[in-house]
């Protein structure tokens, strides 16, 4: 079992720009939320093994999380030239999910058992193998999103202390539940 000083010490040597741990039982969720995924703004749903509905519904993702004690919030803030640059956001973000991997991947002999949520949708393979009715090529590695969890992620950075708007740049984050 790892010791949360050395994870939060590790998440501040991977470069995450603020980092706390909180009991799980104190995420805010909204199974109202849903209903972004549903409308499909980032072209994924029904698209993505990571996605609704393949994840699950609402009540099953928040289930899933109710089977760990801790969470680790991690969050990046990065600076960014247009928040509405979709490419340019998206580059961000897969930044902040590779460096979530890479700290679980530098912490996997002392994490028995885990569940990531990244930000955003799985991005590992360029395209989904879900769009061409294929089994997932790297089952071990799907990890939904803050949203298809309906995790109240404004809330969530006011109970870390976290900024959530920022002027001029990006905040994402991603989590990281263990026992």
């Known amino acids: 079992m790892i010791q949360e000083e050395e994870l939060l010490k590790k998440a501040k040597e991977a470069g995450f720009d603020n980092c706390r741990i909180l009991p799980a039982g104190e995420l805010s969720f909204d199974h109202s939320l849903r209903k972004y995924c549903e409308i499909n703004y980032c072209g994924n749903y029904g698209n993505n093994y990571s996605c609704p509905p ?8 928040e289930e899933k999380t109710g089977k760990f004690s801790r969470v680790l919030v991690l969050q990046t803030i990065t600076p960014v030239h247009d928040i509405a640059d979709d490419r340019e956001t998206r580059e961000i973000k897969h930044r902040h999910n590779q460096m979530t991997w890479g700290l679980i991947d530098g912490l996997s002999e002392k994490l028995e058992n ?17 769009k061409d009715g294929k089994p997932c090529s790297f089952p071990e590695r799907i990890a939904s999103c803050l949203s298809a969890y309906c995790i109240q ?3 969530l950075a006011e109970k870390c202390d976290m900024p959530y708007w920022c002027q001029g740049e990006v905040a994402f984050f991603s989590l990281l539940f263990f026992s």
Request: hydrophobic residues 30%.
């Open 153 to 155: 992620v404004d809330k």
């Open 114 to 130: 885990f569940l990531p949520a990244m930000a955003g949708p799985c991005q590992i393979c360029k395209d989904c193998e879900k």
């Open 54 to 61: 393949e994840c699950g519904t609402p009540e099953e993702m």
